[in-house]
């Protein structure tokens, strides 16, 4: 290790979605003396806006602090944002592969919780120090020392020197930086042998290209060196290297073995650089990548159309640079007769797929229609062929299908013990099946249920959620596939199939779903000037039906003395609405209709 | 050719369902005359095809003040064939209020009735009682009308069929010339909107407006307008002015004109009216926005749109323009020679035929 290492830690905070993670961060920021007052804006790491109206971190980020230690030397922190919710683990885990630790935080009143203990086993999965913080001391509830010792029996972390800190009220944050230092090992790694760059993130400016955000493991590049993308093979030329400063990229002469920075090459093509792809002299390559990042399977599927047909090139363009930022988004060209040419995009989850869904209306101010999310279902043919269905539409005819597998998770719900009985209740109505309980301490449980991925995709959060009063915390993972009773259940509207609207539904509750989304629709698809039955079908078979009757008034019976500025006015609101909406035959129906299915159980 | 419009902002006692600009309070009635006969002499116009006198209630305030405003009217080019109509409420008409109006040389009066059972009129807010309106139409008639609008309302809260049928054959017995008959609208911003209403539910409503379309013209009053009813060579000039896109000169607070494709309005706002400031919006029109008017404006009436003087305005075949909303709403729309016009059903939903033109 050379001394200029020895002044760097790489580090990310790990903690349970509202244990005050941004807020640390803000304050090491702030106190590393990087920041003004002025300049400190209340979140700076959530720079997004979305992020900030949702209160928590979507796309991990990087910035660099400058620290005085105790012994009076200066290190360099780079501190590097992960997300903090189930869908976004991932995203976690390759942040938390470009660092050397990580601060847990756990809020002193509700302790550990669901992602707490997610978040720990990617950052032992990668090999991390572990440096505990118990935040919100300040609080009246906190109950610092049970959440120290309820640390140790569950995750068997050391808590006896945890930092007792409130990020919220500036208590104890000196500490944090001491524990840093001194726990926080700092990097290793050759400056003089050929690079080995980790690519954690980037970021598509239009002036700059694509720039790269990487952890540099060995070697060192500066402006002209020849980079080769190991992954893709492309080699470009280092047109600017530089660290992150506070909302800022600033640029330096040279980054080396321990830093942590960014690379731009005119590199114009977003395919060129993958996520977790590895960066070395294109000259004097390294002989074999990084390990990388822990595969990323897409587990939700949903089609995205454009409102606006004519929006189809402006949608491809607006995926494929989110995609730059985000790896775990997938896409692929769909055509529906109903809504025509689109997308059908994989997402790590629901979250995930509405986060995705926003970013492309407000930032690239697109309209768009969402069909309802669906799982990849594995379908046996009775020719012995096996597909992998995402879209329900493509599903083959129930005469040629041998069986359905689909997939299985296990979930781990951490819960108030009072509410064990209506959970159990939940999970055993999504088709769960239970596989123990375990008591964490007296009044909190955890819970284990095996349930299928359908299930949850919906809307089991937001119900988890409310009957256990904001409590319960979840996190999921893949185990498998299991064969299960299916069925695809087909929505007619004025007696023709809408490919968009179908759905795949376990057999027991097809009647059910069926009329449901029956009356759904009917409350959705607002009148015309003739009848129109909806109808919910099974194959060739009928299964409930609703009617939508025909308008019988519309007119505007007096014409308000001649001022007729205001009845244009009137109509052109009418037409403005009939825009909004989707032409399926002769139906005019509005872009919420295609999402019905997930509000099924609503009221 | 020009038609006036003069704004009589005032009431007794504002309707519950009315949404139109008026007040109760007289406190401004003087320097608002003022204003008011300032603004029309400053405009200038050639020949006046027709008058209207509109509120509010202009029968409310004391008819002198409208004797200034004919008076000030009188300097335009005026004959005595020019249809001049005030509108007027039971209850604020007396038999020399009446005289009066005739003598400045009115010769139209609009009367509200809008039911004619007492228990309506008072679920509506209005003043006055059945008794009052014979009373009060009685007294138009000994004054020398000839030429007497009615307007109805229909689709009221607690109004049965029954009802309806009471009032109109109640109506055409005193044989007024012109009937207006208006499917009540819950407006925004009006009592009505915030009060538990019985309703009819549609059927009704729709049963009451066309079996009053065929009793209307049993007894030979026939419909030209979506809401208008007149015997032979009575229908109103001034509205088909508003209907054909004629150009028209509104005075007042919150008055409406259209002249030579330019839409105007007047402030709402009193205090800025009575200071002199009247105009706060001009439109002017594009051509697109004179077709859009064109269609929905020309299609209220019965004898519909003209294709060949849709081209020699515009330079454009509506059947060409339109070709997909008349296809859509073929079951709806009649197309007759040179002629385009909504059948019965297609007035029911005209907005949503009138929405795809503008």
Redesign the interface.
Known sequence: MSNRQSKIRNLSIIAHIDHGKSTLADRLIQQSGLLTEREMQEQVLDNMELERERGITIKAQAVRLIHKGKDGEEYTLNLIDTPGHVDFNYEVSRSLAACDGAVLVVDAAQGVEAQTLANVYLALDNNLEIVPVINKIDLPSAEPERVKAEIEDIIGLDCSEAPLISAKANIGIDNVFDKIISDIPAPEGDENAPLKALIFDSFYDSYKGVIVFMRLFDGSVKKGTKVKFMATNKVFEAVEVGVFGPGQFLPVDELKAGDVGYLTASIKNVRDTRIGDTVTNADDPVKEALPGYKKVNSMVYCGIFPADGSKYGDLRDALEKLQLNDAALRFEAETSVALGFGFRCGFLGLLHLEIIQERLEREYNLDLITTAPSVIYKVYLTDGTQIELSNPTDLPDVTTIAKIEEPIVRAEIILPSEYIGTIMELCQQRRGEYEGMEYLEETRAVLTYKLPLNEIIYDFFDVLKSRSRGYASFDYELIGYEPSRLVKLDILVNREIVDALSFIVHEDSAQEKGRKMAEKLKKEIPRHQFEIPIQAAIGNKIIARETISAVRKDVLAKCYGGDITRKRKLLEKQKEGKKRMRQIGSIEVPQAAFMSVLKLDEE | MTSL?I?IPFCKKKCLYCD?LSFSDTEYINEYFDALIREINAFDCKKVRSIFI?GGTPSYVDCGYIGKVMEALSRYDIDENTEITIEANPGTLTLDKSKAYRSYGINRISIGLQAWQNELLKKLGRIHTREAFIENYENVVKAGFKNTNIDLMFSLPDQTYEMWLETLENVTALCPTHISA????VEENTPFRNMELALPD??T??KMYHDAISFLNSMGYKQYE??NFAKEGFHSVH?CV??QRGD?K?FGL?????IDNC?M?NTENIHDYIKGKTVI?N?ILTKA?CM??YM??GM?MTKGVSISEFYNKFGEDMTVKYKSTFE??R??IEIDGDIVRLNEKG??????I?????
């Open positions: 419009y704004h139109f509109g208006y499917s009540l609208i549609e059927e409503d729709r979506i809401s509205n508003y209907w028209y509104g919150g008055a409406a004109s259209l839409r309005k919006e439109d926005d859009a008017e929905f404006l209220r859509k709403f079951d709806f007035i029911d939903i005209s907005n949503m009138f929405c795809e033109f503008v």
